[in-house]
Each structure stands twice: as structure tokens, then as C-alpha cells.
């Protein structure tokens, strides 16, 4: 009972800022992506929630607002984990082994890049060069960067947060 309380709580919360968003933009297509983007920008993803109302606002079918959030990799339809691992594949990266680096993540974690870990906890990116080549191969988790990692460094630091988490 308690959790549904809370579910539409944070339906009706994220209802009202998208309503907010919204107001800032001409009720027009043309600024879809914008507003979008904006809401992103403010949750970390987008709530389904909030393509209802985009969708209302902007007087556009629902199924082309759908097609617009689901086009764009910046955008999300699920909320990230509260650490986004993020490994580097640029080519210091990749030439110094940064697909083993995923391996041992994707195995940790059991999940793709692009996924959420089921508890919440943990989202994969993979991404181009974060400039730190040194130390390839190079993953970030928030903003902490993790250098000349290897696979045992992978459960390592994945241990301490799972770790932190009990604390
Ligand atoms: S290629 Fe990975 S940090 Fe530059």
C-alpha cells in the first residue's frame, strides 16, 4: 500500500514539472526535441508520464512524440542507476583492451550497455574518448575516473560500492 502512496506521488510530482517544462515552450512540433531534451536534462530520463503531457501540450500523436524520445541516444526512456559506469572506447582504450573491461562488467552486473541492474543500482555507457588516454583503459563511474583497469579491478571497485551500499 505504502509503495503505490509513493508511486503516485512521484507520478503527480513528475506531472507537475513536466507541466513547468512545458510552459516554456511554444505550443508547436517543432520544439519536440527541445522540450524533450529539456526534460531529460531535469530527470535524468523521461517518465511515460511525461509523453502524455508533451504529447497533449503539443497536440502531436503520441506515437511520433514516442518515436522522437526512443531516436535520440542523449534520451532515455528508463531511469539510469544511481552509479553510470561509463567505459571508455575511444582507441588508447580499445587498443589497451577495453572490450575486456566490459566483459567483466557486463558479467558483474549482468546487463548490457544502455541497461539498468535490476536493484537500480548500476547503468552501462559506453562511450568515446573521455581524455584521460594515459591511463586507458579508462572507465568513469559518476565523475570518478578509474585508470589501466583490468578485470579484477572491475569486481574490485563493483565489491566496494555494493559494499557502501549496506553501510
Ligand atoms: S581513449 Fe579512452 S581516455 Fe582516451
Redesign the pocket.
Known amino acids: 500500500m505504502t509503495e503505490v502512496i509513493a508511486l503516485e506521488t512521484k507520478t503527480e510530482m513528475s506531472i507537475q514539472n513536466t507541466k513547468k517544462i512545458l510552459e516554456k515552450y511554444p505550443k508547436d512540433k517543432r520544439y519536440t526535441l527541445a522540450i524533450l531534451q529539456d526534460i531529460q536534462r531535469n530527470y535524468d530520463y523521461i517518465p511515460k508520464e511525461a509523453i502524455w503531457e508533451v504529447s497533449n501540450y503539443i497536440e502531436s500523436p503520441l506515437s511520433e512524440v514516442y518515436t522522437i524520445a526512443t531516436f535520440y541516444k542523449a534520451l532515455s526512456l528508463k531511469p539510469k542507476g544511481k552509479y553510470v559506469i561509463k567505459v571508455?572506447?575511444?582507441?588508447?582504450?580499445?587498443i589497451r583492451g577495453?572490450d575486456k573491461v566490459l566483459d567483466a562488467i557486463k558479467s558483474s552486473l549482468n546487463i548490457q550497455p544502455g541497461e539498468t541492474s535490476e536493484d537500480g543500482l548500476f547503468s552501462i555507457e559506453i562511450v568515446?574518448?573521455?581524455?584521460?588516454?594515459a591511463?586507458?583503459?579508462?572507465m568513469v563511474i559518476n565523475d570518478k575516473y578509474y585508470g589501466n583497469m583490468t578485470k579484477d579491478k572491475v569486481h574490485q571497485v563493483l565489491d566496494e560500492i555494493r559494499r557502501s551500499q549496506n553501510e
Open positions: 571508455c572506447n575511444g582507441t588508447a582504450c580499445h577495453s568515446n574518448c573521455v581524455g584521460a588516454c591511463l586507458a583503459p579508462v
